[in-house]
């Protein structure tokens, strides 16, 4: 395995290229990054509605299940393509209602624990967590931003772990294998 990252380092380098240059458009422009997330959300719910119309239909005793899934999904990704601001706004809601739902569920057992066990820094945490899920829940412009950095901050640090890696193998690969 190791050998075969070796020769193809270079898939990694570009991999990791695209991934830097991928979260430094997402940190720059947030909202154009998550236009275009969404955009391809709806692209992938039409062609799995399809494909799974299509499983359900072929099966061989139907599966109406999947057919109904297809078709849910082809709402969602038609709503999604025609309304693409209302889709990435119930996004952002549900991650609002997840980060406040998740706060008071840290904070309960942070309070609950006993002061040795490290509770403050589980109260710390549900209550960043609430707190950050009201701000979005209040101001879902700055949670679509925050995201959208969050999401570009990941890229381009994988983008980096990626590169060190590729530029490691290749450099192995010279000395082992001098030209």
Do not use: C, K
Request: proline share 2%; net charge positive.
């Amino acid at each position: 395995m190791f050998d075969i990252l070796m020769r193809n380092w270079w898939a990694l380098a570009l991999r990791a290229v695209a991934a830097i240059i991928f979260g430094i458009f997402a940190i720059l422009w947030p909202g154009v990054t998550l236009q275009v997330l969404v955009l391809f959300f709806a692209a992938y719910m039409l062609v799995d509605g399809v494909f799974a119309i299509i499983a359900g239909l072929r099966a061989v005793q139907r599966q109406w299940l999947l057919v109904i899934e297809g078709v849910l999904d082809l709402i969602v990704g038609f709503i999604a393509f025609a309304w693409p601001a209302i889709a990435l706004l119930a996004f952002i809601y549900l991650v609002a209602f997840w980060a406040i739902l998740s706060g008071v569920a840290l904070l309960a057992v942070g309070l609950r624990l006993h002061r040795s066990n490290g509770e403050a820094l589980l109260v710390l945490s549900g209550g960043l967590s609430l707190l950050w899920g009201i701000v979005i829940f209040f101001w879902p412009i700055a949670g679509e931003v925050a995201m959208a950095w969050w999401i570009g901050a990941y890229a381009l640090l994988f983008g980096i772990f990626m590169l060190s890696l590729a530029l490691r193998l290749r450099r192995r690969r010279r000395d082992m294998h001098p030209a």
